[in-house]
C-alpha cells in the first residue's frame, strides 16, 4: 500500500483545508486510517481517524473543526480543516491500519502499519 498525502499549503488563521490521501497498491475500505501531525520541535500526536466501519474520533484540540471523511470508491479518505488556527501548523500524516485488534483505540499509532509522505500545513495569525 501506497499512501499519497497532499492538500497542505500556507493560509490564514480562520481559513480552511482539505487534505487528501490516496491510496494505490490495495483498496483499504476495510482498514482503519488516521491523521496525524508533527509540528516543529514536537512529537507526532493523533488527529482524527476513521474506522474502517465509519466510525470517527477526534482529537479534543480539532473537535468541532475537523472533519473527516471517505470516498470509498476513490480509495481516499479527507480531512477537512476549518477554523484553522496557528497552532494547527504542522506535517500532516495519513496512515492505514490493516491489523488494529478491535479493542485497540484509534488513536493508538503503534496500530497503524502504513503511512504516507506527509504534506506541509502552516497557519498564519
Known amino acids: 500500500v501506497q499512501l499519497q498525502a497532499s492538500g497542505g499549503g500556507l493560509v490564514q488563521a480562520g481559513d480552511s483545508l482539505r487534505l487528501s490521501c490516496a491510496a494505490s497498491?490495495?483498496?483499504?475500505?476495510?482498514?482503519?486510517m488516521g491523521w496525524f501531525r508533527q509540528a516543529p520541535g514536537k512529537e507526532r500526536e493523533f488527529v482524527a481517524a476513521?474506522?474502517?466501519?465509519?466510525?470517527?474520533v477526534y482529537t479534543d484540540a480539532v473537535k468541532e473543526r475537523f472533519t473527516i471523511s471517505r470516498d470509498i470508491a476513490k480509495n481516499t479518505r479527507y480531512l477537512h480543516m476549518n477554523n484553522l488556527k496557528p497552532e494547527d501548523t504542522a506535517v500532516y500524516y495519513c496512515?492505514?491500519?490493516?491489523?488494529?485488534?478491535?479493542?485497540?483505540?484509534?488513536?493508538?499509532?503503534?496500530?497503524?502499519?502504513?503511512w504516507g509522505q506527509g504534506t506541509l500545513v502552516t497557519v498564519s495569525s
Open positions: 496512515a492505514v491500519s490493516t491489523n488494529r485488534i478491535m479493542s485497540t483505540p484509534l488513536h493508538t499509532q503503534r496500530i497503524y502499519n502504513y
Open positions: 497498491g490495495r483498496t483499504f475500505s476495510r482498514y482503519d
Open positions: 476513521i474506522s474502517w466501519s465509519g466510525n470517527t
